[in-house]
């Protein structure tokens, strides 16, 4: 059974950062394509950023120069490096994996939408405070 999981979520104040960690135990985090998500309350689920199976990362334009993609191989995790922290950036932080080997997004807009993701996570809770 696949399985995601996160960590690294937190309480900040604006303007500091955080780094979120996601891993498949079993399998390499660089060899799938995976994507970070975030929930707030009372509002939709929006794609934040993805790494394709070929390494190529997508960004939504809102985390665009504030969040990063890497990754350890070693420790076989990949972070989500999040820098200048903003209010708006509460939520739930989730991470979610495809289901297919080295598969590559088309775009950024394919990259972030849920849909195209099989395996979660339950998610770690980011709150900033301005």
């Known amino acids: 059974q696949v399985q995601v999981m996160e960590s690294g979520g937190g309480s900040v104040q604006s303007g500091e950062s955080l780094r979120l960690s996601c891993t498949t135990p079993?399998?390499?985090?660089?060899?799938?394509?995976i994507g970070w998500f975030r929930q707030a309350p009372g509002k939709e689920r929006e794609g934040v950023a993805a790494?394709?199976?070929?390494?190529?990362?997508y960004y939504a334009d809102s985390v665009k120069g504030r969040f990063t993609l890497s990754h350890d191989n070693a420790k076989n995790f990949l972070y989500l490096e999040m820098g200048n922290l903003k209010s708006e950036d509460t939520a739930m932080y989730y991470c979610?994996?495809?289901?297919?080997?080295?598969?590559?997004?088309?775009?950024?807009?394919?990259?972030?939408?849920?849909?195209?993701?099989?395996?979660w996570g339950q998610g770690t809770q980011v709150t900033v405070s301005s």
């Open positions: 979610a994996r495809d289901s297919v080997p080295g598969r590559i997004p088309t775009d950024t807009f394919q990259a972030l939408d849920a849909r195209e993701y099989d395996y």
């Open positions: 079993g399998d390499s985090v660089t060899s799938y394509w």
């Open positions: 790494r394709g199976g070929d390494g190529s990362t």
